[in-house]
């Protein structure tokens, strides 16, 4: 439990970690690995001359990587025995449906750095109904989906839909109806220019299980106190890094601490907390929040008073926050 003093004095520090020197395969491969590469983890096991593509293979983790900048389309016709997938820094303008029958074993799947990709037909994900996890990011000019692309997706536990261009959250919601992705979970879709969320945004999640859901640095400046209130299995909300203030957030935990009752962890860093913070604080104390973040603020005057009893908090991270008067 925290209280007043104890509360604001309690800081988390994190620590850097810096990947390995020397690396022998690209940066985006290095990274997806545990531990430095070795000429035996990855493996050119293919380079398809009818696509394009190369087809990489870790045999530590028997993931496969399809990439090259030569590489314009799914290679289809190869055998892979694998149980992931990933597409990455290709040519690749249009996935089509179909594109990845010859697969239906995948458990993951990611798309991600293909700078030419436009458009994935709905139709391409029908055949992967064992799929747990799906990445689709950082894909620069993929602006809009159809509603119907998911279908086939039935046992989809994480989504990522993260630094694309996609500024319009309720067309994509309509992809998430809880009937065509009744195991999702966790959703994923930071870093898109949503600007503001509106009450009937979320709509088409009504009965969702999603209970984790991130939407850092997507510029948002207003959510509609209710924008959340379809998403009662909600447990862990990440908005941080937007343009927030302590009204419009008092106003949304609030509504939260009321339609989701498992609601404990909530990220509000990097916001603007600057003005009238007590509220905020007020109304994280009127719910069953056991974990905030609230670092990277800055705070016009901080005082112990700033922070009623929070009788459910147990972690609290105010690392870097910067005030003009203590």
Same mark, same amino acid.
């Given at each position: 439990?925290?209280?007043?003093?104890?509360?604001?004095?309690?800081?988390?520090?994190?620590?850097?970690? &810096?990947?390995?020197?020397?690396?022998?395969?690209?940066?985006?491969?290095?990274?997806?690995?545990?531990? !430095?590469?070795?000429?035996?983890?990855?493996?050119?096991?293919?380079?398809?001359?009818?696509?394009?593509?190369?087809?990489?293979?870790?045999?530590?983790?028997?993931?496969?990587?399809?990439?090259?900048?030569?590489?314009?389309?799914?290679?289809? =016709?190869?055998?892979?025995?694998?149980?992931?997938?990933?597409?990455?820094?290709?040519?690749?303008?249009?996935?089509?449906?179909?594109?990845?029958?010859?697969?239906?074993?995948?458990?993951?799947?990611?798309?991600?750095?293909?700078?030419?990709?436009?458009?994935?037909?709905?139709?391409?994900?029908?055949?992967?109904?064992?799929?747990?996890?799906?990445?689709?990011?950082?894909?620069?000019?993929?602006?809009?989906?159809?509603?119907?692309?998911?279908?086939?997706?039935?046992?989809?536990?994480?989504?990522? &839909?993260?630094?694309?261009?996609?500024?319009?959250?309720?067309?994509?919601?309509?992809?998430?109806?809880?009937?065509?992705?009744?195991?999702?979970?966790?959703?994923?879709?930071?870093?898109?220019?949503?600007?503001?969320?509106?009450?009937?945004?979320?709509?088409?999640?009504?009965?969702?299980?999603?209970?984790?859901?991130?939407? !850092?640095?997507?510029?948002?400046?207003?959510?509609?106190?209710?924008?959340?209130?379809?998403?009662?299995?909600?447990?862990?909300?990440?908005?941080?890094?937007?343009?927030?203030?302590?009204?419009?957030?008092?106003?949304?935990?609030?509504?939260?601490? !009321?339609?989701?009752?498992?609601?404990?962890?909530?990220?509000?860093?990097?916001?603007?907390?600057?003005?009238?913070?007590?509220?905020? &604080?007020?109304?994280?104390?009127?719910?069953?929040?056991?974990?905030?973040?609230?670092?990277?603020? =800055? &705070?016009?005057?901080?005082?112990?008073?700033?922070?009623?009893?929070?009788?459910?908090?147990? !972690?609290?991270?105010?690392?870097?926050?910067?005030?003009?008067?203590?």
């Amino acid at each position: 439990m925290f209280t007043t003093l104890s509360a604001w004095l309690y800081i988390l520090f994190v620590g850097i970690q &810096f990947s390995s020197n020397n690396a022998i395969l690209p940066t985006w491969i290095e990274q997806t690995f545990p531990k !430095k590469i070795t000429h035996e983890d990855a493996l050119l096991i293919k380079k398809d001359n009818i696509t394009g593509c190369k087809i990489l293979l870790c045999p530590r983790t028997y993931d496969y990587f399809v990439y090259s900048e030569a590489c314009l389309k799914i290679p289809t =016709h190869v055998e892979i025995n694998g149980f992931a997938i990933n597409i990455k820094t290709t040519k690749i303008t249009k996935i089509y449906a179909g594109d990845f029958d010859n697969w239906p074993q995948l458990l993951s799947l990611n798309i991600e750095m293909n700078s030419e990709l436009i458009e994935i037909e709905p139709g391409a994900f029908n055949i992967l109904t064992n799929l747990n996890n799906l990445s689709i990011s950082n894909n620069y000019k993929l602006k809009t989906i159809e509603p119907e692309l998911f279908i086939g997706l039935l046992n989809l536990k994480e989504l990522k &839909f993260i630094k694309n261009n996609m500024h319009q959250l309720s067309e994509f919601i309509l992809s998430l109806n809880p009937i065509i992705l009744p195991s999702l979970t966790a959703l994923d879709i930071s870093q898109n220019p949503f600007d503001k969320i509106k009450s009937i945004d979320l709509i088409a999640l009504n009965n969702t299980k999603i209970e984790v859901l991130s939407l !850092k640095f997507c510029g948002l400046y207003e959510i509609d106190a209710d924008s959340f209130a379809s998403l009662i299995e909600l447990r862990e909300l990440d908005l941080s890094n937007n343009n927030l203030n302590s009204f419009i957030l008092s106003d949304l935990i609030l509504n939260l601490g !009321k339609t989701s009752v498992n609601f404990t962890k909530l990220d509000i860093a990097g916001n603007l907390l600057n003005k009238e913070p007590t509220k905020l &604080f007020h109304a994280i104390s009127l719910t069953n929040i056991t974990d905030l973040v609230v670092k990277d603020n =800055h &705070f016009d005057l901080l005082q112990p008073e700033l922070f009623p009893i929070m009788t459910k908090l147990i !972690k609290l991270d105010l690392s870097n926050i910067m005030a003009i008067d203590i």
